[in-house]
């Protein structure tokens, strides 16, 4: 006998009475983990049982090692219960995997049945009581219950289930069922399979177990397979390995495929039979009238993919309930035609298609359950495969499609039985580490060059973090590329010659790899192979030693990057370390290799002794269509209790073509390009940095200095030929900022395309850029760049045309003058006072604006501002708000400005904050860090709410003042009336999500305009009415709270601007605003450029349509 308790993910149809749970906070947990040893016949690939956790007195350390476990062994067995599992707690344990699920608990409804100890009749019996003071947990099994068993009366008894009762006859004669012989009752996911998501865990606590002798499983389908596991033991496949198991077409069909599931499916089948095996229902026409059945919702029918994608890693599982399954969608690719299957005989033949390969011996585990004993599984989806590559030269093709699968689901797959010992991995781990054990003078006369080889330190900086990787590296290959990169004998004795004979053996295990993946895209199986032949001069396969420096354990506010966010560009990459070094994290979600973005989630990856963990890089990803996937990974900086924090030795090999190698994909995708076109594509942004460092180098050894300690940083693209140099602008111990780089070495008269995508890239992800020697071009080139940035978008200034600012710019338009550049009409002419005698076309004049704290409900006085006292004018995003999109990135070119006297900013909001700053900048504040100051719950709130801009909004509020900190307005009731902005369109009213997604590094900002908020529409999830508030004093009061703990002085960052430098800044993520100054300090000329964009903002969660 089992108890069974599940919990549902959300549901629209049930009233919500769930219990929210806080588990007690612990720094450590006494869990340990071992994985379940399987035979050696068997190809399951799942499992672990787990020690030393009382489920009923668990805390969140150890809830946290029980979840991080369940997703990588896919089902658990908890052992070792010192007593058995109350329901109170089985409910916690499952619902803490779901807590903001809406059902309370019931998988299956709110159920009058299943909310009482009778049970319900699914199938013509009692099937599953439920206990009386927890009902969501649900008692199945057969037989009578233990005495005061949780308030059941004496003597009750289970009826349970038996195929008999369900399964087509004939049944197995009574003698041979005495003998022990049985059958699988019903294959199936859980899940109601109307209107209520499957649950995500479920959970399975033995409280009495039959014993006796193993039964003897039937499949009794004409193949007289049989399997023998212990009585009352619980059988389980892998969707993964299912979905593996597919040939080519079949594959393509279910990735792209739907299913349909009946109304109150359970009741729809309860006449019919199942086949014996128990995987379908057998089509005798004895399923129930769809007019029969209780009243149901056509909107609530559950229409599911066949594949399902695990939102932590991404991998992909064959996800089909075959009994519930009533119509099929089937295609063959995401643009293909959808073929509508909605004949019972033809929809259930097509699922024993997909099914039946996986429902064999070696694919079962049969679970043998131990009184006590907990078990848990993940309902939805499973994680990677660990791959054997056990008797390959048998077993390729099983292995091609369980490599395959995990190449197309995530990118990431561990591979064992390779043929290195453990042994061998920590004895060349070992070498590695007295390579780094030497000095670094010595060291360094084997240094980093272009060509990917030699050694660095501290000079790799990711464009995700925009700081250098905490650790040093010794790139090695076979090829010409090593003449006089090695170390002699004499420094390190024996290093190259067992280095050398590692890297062989590792060669051997690729070139197994590449056999299943040219398979898998229907090539050869010596195509990869022939062009990664390492005994050639121009191999650029490369074994990376690495050596993360131990993490200072110091509350300073600091991170210490061990290695930023990055996905590899080689072909494949094969990873060696020890075991129990944590940090190592995947984020799948990357669908096309020209897409920079990340995923949602970053799920750890533990390593076992002896296992391989490999990867598919950039170049396979172009090489296969995109069909293989390059994830991006990481190692975390520690940060928590169980993280390391001391030194960390492992070992990467980059599997990489031959120079000439021909890289196409079988559809023709991408262009042609040779293996060193794209490796040098993709090290260009390395080459001209390795230059400067090797300079530096020579440099350093003729004034006796050491080496330098940075490589300048890389952007976000591939391909890039400039070099932005500071990871970040200048700061000072107090700054918290973390935005904004400069770039050098960049010309923007002559920019190639490469370079455009990869300055749009790293606008996205370092928010403010300064391009440094700009004073050459013409205004019209600035106009160039800001199209080419966005090349789909409206070929108009973000405003519009100047008719249309000076008509419809009310605030921004008044008491300023705004000029356009003569034949290059959209880079406007802003700043103040004497512009010379012919700028661009435009001649003597003189730009007039009045002080712009004149906004302000409080002014500066004249006296104040004239002896060097200022404020911020207005934070804002350069947005129209209004019939066009805010634009991705404003560019502001500096012709000139005044360096000083310094002025000081003044808050004047009673904190008694200021600043003292050149005059004629522009300060910034990241919106990525408001959104990470704000609460739980705000953010909660944030990601599911959106605002309604007014119509013509700096018209509507033109007649407002603002807050003297120049962050929001005064309510003093001056906003006009709709009906007094003359004509408007309703469709161009602007909607927008509170919280925008950055499209490159997928950061969230809180991006509200608070001055031009007509309307808030509230909620803190998608099934809540909206909460809608027009007031627009509550509206205001609501925003202060959240957007004023940014505006202070740590968090402001003011780029210094020369003469000819242009300030980029992505506008989806940032606020800014001019700081005036007087007159007196001299004139200040800038040319802003932007374009109102081609795709406005994303939030994280759509906003309704009928919004």
Not at 699 to 721: D, H, I, N, T, V
Not at 861 to 869: K, L, P, T, V, W
Request: charged share 25%; with cysteine.
């Amino acid at each position: 006998m089992v108890i069974t308790s599940v919990v549902t993910e959300e549901a629209t149809c049930l009233d919500p009475q769930k219990v929210h749970f806080t588990l007690p906070h612990a720094q450590a947990t006494s869990g340990r983990v071992v994985p379940i040893a399987h035979a050696k016949s068997s190809k399951v690939d799942f499992g672990a049982e787990i020690y030393g956790i009382d489920l009923n007195n668990f805390n969140d350390a150890d809830f946290e090692l029980i979840s991080d476990a369940l997703h990588k062994y896919k089902l658990l067995v908890l052992k070792e219960q010192p007593e058995m599992l109350k329901p109170q707690q089985q409910y916690k344990l499952t619902s803490n995997f779901d807590p903001d699920e809406k059902t309370g608990g019931f998988a299956h409804g709110k159920d009058p049945f299943l909310v009482h100890h009778n049970g319900v009749d699914f199938f013509g019996i009692p099937k599953r009581p439920a206990i009386p003071d927890q009902p969501q947990v649900h008692i199945l099994g057969r037989g009578p219950l233990p005495d005061n068993h949780y308030g059941f009366p004496p003597g009750f008894e289970v009826q349970g289930i038996d195929h008999e009762e369900f399964h087509l006859p004939p049944h197995i004669p009574a003698d041979e069922r005495e003998a022990g012989a049985s059958r699988f009752y019903q294959w199936h996911f859980d899940g109601a399979l109307y209107a209520i998501p499957p649950p995500r865990v479920g959970c399975l606590l033995a409280v009495r177990t039959p014993k006796g002798p193993d039964v003897t499983v039937r499949w009794e389908d004409g193949s007289g397979t049989e399997m023998k596991m212990a009585p009352g033991a619980t059988a389980m496949v892998a969707g993964s390995r299912a979905l593996a198991l597919l040939d080519e077409e079949t594959h393509k069909i279910v990735m792209n495929s739907r299913i349909e599931y009946a109304p109150h499916a359970f009741i729809w089948m309860s006449g019919a039979h199942s086949t014996r095996l128990g995987h379908l229902i057998e089509t005798e026409g004895l399923e129930k009238p769809l007019d029969q059945l209780p009243k149901w919702n056509k909107e609530k029918v559950c229409i599911y993919p066949m594949v399902w994608t695990n939102p932590k890693t991404g991998e992909k599982s064959l996800q089909v309930h075959g009994q519930g399954a009533f119509k099929l969608y089937l295609k063959d690719s995401p643009d293909g035609k959808e073929t509508i299957v909605d004949d019972l005989t033809e929809v259930r033949a097509f699922l024993d298609k997909i099914m039946k390969p996986a429902l064999q011996p070696e694919n079962i585990y049969a679970h043998p359950h131990q009184e006590q004993d907990v078990i848990l599984w993940y309902n939805r989806a499973l994680w990677h495969s660990i791959i054997s590559l056990y008797d390959f030269d048998n077993r390729v093709d099983e292995i091609t499609a369980q490599l395959c699968s995990a190449a197309e689901n995530v990118g990431f797959f561990a591979i064992k039985d390779h043929g290195l010992s453990d042994s061998d991995i920590q004895d060349m781990l070992s070498t590695a580490e007295s390579f780094f054990r030497l000095p670094d003078e010595t060291k360094a006369m084997v240094p980093w060059n272009p060509q990917n080889v030699g050694w660095e330190k501290l000079s790799q900086v990711r464009p995700s973090t925009g700081a250098a990787d905490q650790k040093e590296s010794y790139q090695i290959q076979f090829g010409e590329n090593m003449k006089g990169l090695w170390l002699d004998d004499g420094t390190l004795p024996g290093f190259r010659g067992k280095t050398l004979d590692f890297m062989y053996k590792v060669q051997d295990i690729s070139e197994k790899l590449m056999i299943c993946l040219a398979r898998g895209l229907g090539f050869e199986d010596k195509y990869f192979i022939n062009w990664h032949d390492i005994a050639r001069p121009n191999s650029q396969s490369t074994l990376r030693m690495l050596h993360y420096y131990e993490t200072p354990k110091l509350d300073d506010g600091k991170v210490y990057h061990r290695a930023g966010a990055h996905a590899d560009w080689g072909f494949l990459t094969l990873l060696f370390q020890k075991p129990g070094y944590s940090g190592l994290e995947i984020c799948p979600g990357r669908e096309a290799v020209t897409e920079h973005a990340l995923g949602d989630e970053w799920t750890k990856v533990d390593l076992e002794p002896g296992v391989i963990v490999c990867n598919i890089g950039d170049l396979l990803m172009s090489w296969s269509d995109d069909r293989f996937k390059s994830t991006y990974h990481r190692v975390k900086a520690p940060c928590e209790e169980g993280d390391f924090y001391g030194e960390r030795f492992s070992i990467a090999f980059f599997n990489q073509p031959c120079k000439d190698a021909i890289i196409q994909g079988p559809k023709g995708k991408y262009p042609v390009v040779t293996g060193e076109e794209f490796n040098r594509n993709a090290m260009n942004r390395m080459y001209k940095a390795a230059q400067e460092k090797l300079a530096a180098m020579r440099k350093a050894e003729e004034q006796g200095q050491g080496l330098p300690s940075a490589r300048p940083l890389e952007a976000a693209a591939c391909l890039r030929e400039f070099s932005p140099q500071n990871p970040q602008m200048e700061k000072i111990p107090k700054d918290k900022h973390n935005f904004g780089a400069v770039v050098t070495g960049l010309d923007l008269d002559d920019i190639s395309d490469d370079d455009v995508k990869a300055l749009h890239d790293a606008i996205w992800t370092h928010k403010v850029l300064v391009v440094k020697g700009q004073k050459h071009i013409h205004p019209i080139k600035q106009w160039e760049l800001v199209t080419r940035l966005d090349p789909d978008a409206p070929l108009v200034h973000g405003h519009g045309d100047m008719k249309t600012f000076n008509e419809k710019g009310g605030l921004l338009s008044r008491g300023r003058e705004v000029l356009a550049i003569p034949g290059a009409e959209n880079v406007r002419v802003i700043g103040k006072g004497f512009q010379g005698e012919n700028h661009y076309g435009l001649l003597n004049k003189t730009l007039t604006r009045t002080p712009s704290h004149d906004f302000h409900a409080l002014p500066l006085s004249e006296a104040d501002f004239a002896a060097g006292h200022t404020r911020f004018q207005r934070w804002h995003i350069d947005a129209a708000l209004y019939d066009r999109e805010p634009a991705w990135f404003t560019t502001l070119r500096c012709i000139t400005r005044p360096t000083g006297p310094e002025v000081t900013v003044h808050w004047d909001d009673g904190s008694g904050r200021s600043m003292v700053v050149e005059p004629g900048l522009t300060a910034f504040f990241s919106n990525v860090q408001m959104y990470g100051l704000m609460t739980d719950e705000e953010r909660k709130v944030a990601d599911h709410s959106w605002v309604e801009y007014a119509p013509h909004p700096y018209q509507w509020m033109g007649n407002c003042k603002g807050n003297a900190n120049g962050l929001g307005l005064v309510s003093q009731g001056k906003e006009m009336r709709v009906e007094e902005l003359g004509e408007w369109e309703e469709k161009a009213v602007k909607r927008y999500p509170m919280v925008w997604v950055n499209p490159v590094t997928g950061e969230k900002a809180f991006m509200v305009h608070g001055i031009c908020v007509r309307r808030m529409f509230l909620r803190s999830n998608v099934d809540e009415e909206p909460t809608v508030v027009d007031d627009v004093v509550k509206i205001r009061e609501w925003l202060k709270v959240i957007q004023e703990r940014v505006l202070k002085p740590e968090y402001i960052l003011l780029p210094k601007a020369d003469e000819g430098d242009i300030i980029m800044w992505a506008n989806f993520q940032m606020f800014h605003t001019a700081i005036d100054y007087h007159s007196k300090l001299g004139p200040r000329t800038m040319h802003q450029a932007n374009v109102g964009a081609s795709v406005g903002p994303v939030g994280p969660v759509p906003i309704p349509a009928a919004s």
